[in-house]
């Protein structure tokens, strides 16, 4: 009794909405098939030492991750990623913020300022990419600029060298983040009432008390997205990388996500390359969530 | 001490003014150079184009492949397709949600949000098989389905959730009341009440996906006709010496975006800003 009537219900609501309710399943259809199917056939693939040579595949239990655990590549790479992120989120949001300092309330600067942030952001990775190798190979723009002052006499190997190159990447990936940042602390700033630094003015506080006390504990709920986001995209990052060095030199900027696609497409390892990418995706999810629950312990305890 | 003060506010545009310059060297770069000859490029690469060539752009139009032409069509017609789908099917996805029980939906948003985290890497091998089981891959309709599916329906989701629960409930029972079935509610009554959501939604999955570089290098392969993106990935590694044509390809293809962008900006920073500042 009460199943037919809950049905009838149901059913009512379900006349009005059956239209909807194909759009959602359609919707929610291709999500599963393209995103959750996908995440599961990776993670079984992780499983065997499936290889697209080869027509069968088998399971072979943990074997890939305790390949993985011993993997000097992937170690690497895993690495590389962790300090690219980690250097490039904190160049990224301390430039933001003091970009937003200073462009905010110069009210032409700040408009023009807006418009050109974004550019690297609208610029596929793949051109910026390009621009900047122009500008950074050895007989690049930038080389020839610095022996034409005399600042140099040997060009320098801005992209050639192991650690110059993680520097060289950082600094791209960085200007292509910074218009983003800055534009978000610009809107968390402008929302800080004036009064409150008004106040803190007429109690005496010095700039950097100010700075301190008053807008950066304002700017927490910016900052929160703003350095999630700048985290989750680096972890990811796969075509300005492959552009500026492709890996190189000697997969010293290998990121692991170039390292994914070289097992999957160019060893021909799929079911090792899915175990990692499983090891990608877990350091992506517990990097994101302990960093945006920290965060937004932050902005409730202000 | 005041003359210090007076000054400062100058001070602060002549620092923004080297920010900003600074923020387009790379850019300026780009398009000054694109109008230069090689030999010009070398010798002077930060100086204006005077007077400017415009052989690079030529040559690059020119070329047998017809890259710039090929890439900006075949870009042109998934970005198309792709937003044009995503559009009715996450906004008709987000009112059916906005109108569930909390619980149910709280349950549904958690799954797509882990959706946002996936790094494309992780799921472009199975969703590759997925696309030829059913007889899709190396095929436009393929990317398209892969990104209707993938990170995409997430953010659109979120964008669009946020927005309709600002609709008031009166306004959809009423429109209930005057015999309005669901569908006819969300298209004529809750779409035109979220436009910015859909500009915003618009506006960041036709970027994206123009600038998708994984899934078309995969899905399509190199044979089947590449997007821009792609395309400039795969062809412009042979001319890295020739900083003219290299310049001039990339002006063509960098320009439908930047104009795009020059055109909507002002909703652009606003769908950005939206989510930051609550």
């Known amino acids: 009794m009460t199943r037919t009537s809950r049905a009838g219900r149901k059913n009512r609501a379900g006349g009005e909405n059956r239209g909807l309710f194909g759009f959602a399943a359609v919707a929610f259809g291709l999500y599963g098939c393209f995103l959750v199917l996908p995440l599961l056939l990776s993670l079984r693939s992780s499983f065997t030492n499936e290889n697209p040579l080869r027509a069968t595949s088998s399971f072979v239990g943990l074997d890939n991750y305790r390949e993985a655990v011993g993997d000097e590549q992937l170690r690497a790479s895993l690495v590389f990623t962790l300090i ?128 301190t006390r008053v807008t950066w504990p304002m700017l927490a709920p910016g900052t929160t997205i703003s350095v999630t986001i700048s985290l989750i995209t680096v972890l990811k990052l796969y075509d300005v990388i492959a552009v500026l060095t492709g890996g190189g030199p000697a997969d010293s900027t290998q990121s692991t996500a170039l390292y994914i696609v070289q097992l999957a497409f160019t060893s021909d390892r799929f079911g090792y390359a899915s175990s990692v990418a499983m090891v990608l995706l877990g350091l992506s999810a517990v990097i994101a969530l302990s960093v945006t629950n920290v965060l937004r312990r932050r902005e409730v305890n202000l | 001490m005041t003359a210090i003060r007076r000054l400062r506010p100058r001070v602060r545009v002549l620092l923004a003014a080297a920010v900003i310059l600074l923020f387009v060297a790379p850019i300026y770069l780009m398009i000054v150079n694109a109008f ?189 006709g590449q997007t821009i993106t792609t395309g400039l990935y795969l062809t412009i590694g042979q001319y890295s010496v020739d900083y003219g044509q290299l310049f001039g390809i990339m002006f063509l293809a960098a320009i439908v975006p930047v104009l795009g962008y020059l055109a909507v900006q002002r909703q652009f920073i606003a769908g950005l800003t939206a989510g930051s500042t609550k």
Not at chain 1, 106 to 122: I, K, N
Not at chain 1, 145 to 160: C, I, M, N, S, Y
């Open chain 2, 36 to 224: 230069k000859t090689q030999p010009e490029i070398l010798r002077s690469p930060v100086s204006l184009p005077i007077p400017p060539t415009l052989d690079n752009l030529g040559t690059a139009l020119g070329r047998p492949d017809n890259l710039i032409q090929l890439g900006l069509r075949n870009s042109l017609i998934t970005v198309a397709c792709s937003v044009a789908l995503l559009i009715p099917l996450s906004a008709a996805f987000s009112f059916y949600l906005s109108r569930r029980r909390t619980r149910a939906r709280a349950a549904v948003l958690a799954v797509l949000a882990a959706g946002l985290m996936v790094p494309p890497q992780v799921i472009l091998l199975p969703t590759i098989r997925i696309l030829t089981w059913v007889g899709l891959d190396h095929s436009y309709p393929g990317l398209i389905l892969s990104n209707l599916g993938g990170g995409y329906l997430s953010f659109a989701v979120f964008v669009y959730v946020g927005f309709m629960r600002s609709v008031p409930e009166e306004v959809v029972q009423a429109a209930r009341l005057d015999g309005a079935g669901g569908v006819r509610i969300w298209w004529r009554i809750v779409m035109p009440l979220v436009r910015p959501a859909t500009a915003t939604v618009a506006i960041f999955s036709s970027l994206w996906i123009w600038n998708d570089f994984l899934n078309p290098l995969f899905i399509l392969g190199p044979l089947q």
């Open chain 1, 84 to 211: 690219l992120a980690v250097g490039v989120t904190v160049a990224a949001n301390v430039v933001g913020v003091l970009f937003a300092m200073m462009l905010n309330r110069t009210t032409l600067s700040y408009r023009v300022m807006r418009t050109v942030a974004f550019l690297p952001q609208v610029l596929s990775g793949v051109i910026v990419g390009f621009v900047w190798q122009t500008i950074l190979t050895r007989d690049g723009l930038l080389n020839s600029v610095l022996q034409r002052v005399g600042l140099t006499d040997e060009p320098v190997a801005w992209l050639g060298s192991p650690n110059l190159a993680l520097v060289s990447i950082g600094v791209v990936v960085a200007w292509i983040l910074t218009g983003f940042t800055t534009v978000v602390y610009l809107a968390a700033l402008q929302n800080i009432p004036l009064e409150l630094n008004d106040m803190a003015a007429l109690d005496g506080v010095n700039r950097r008390q100010r700075f």
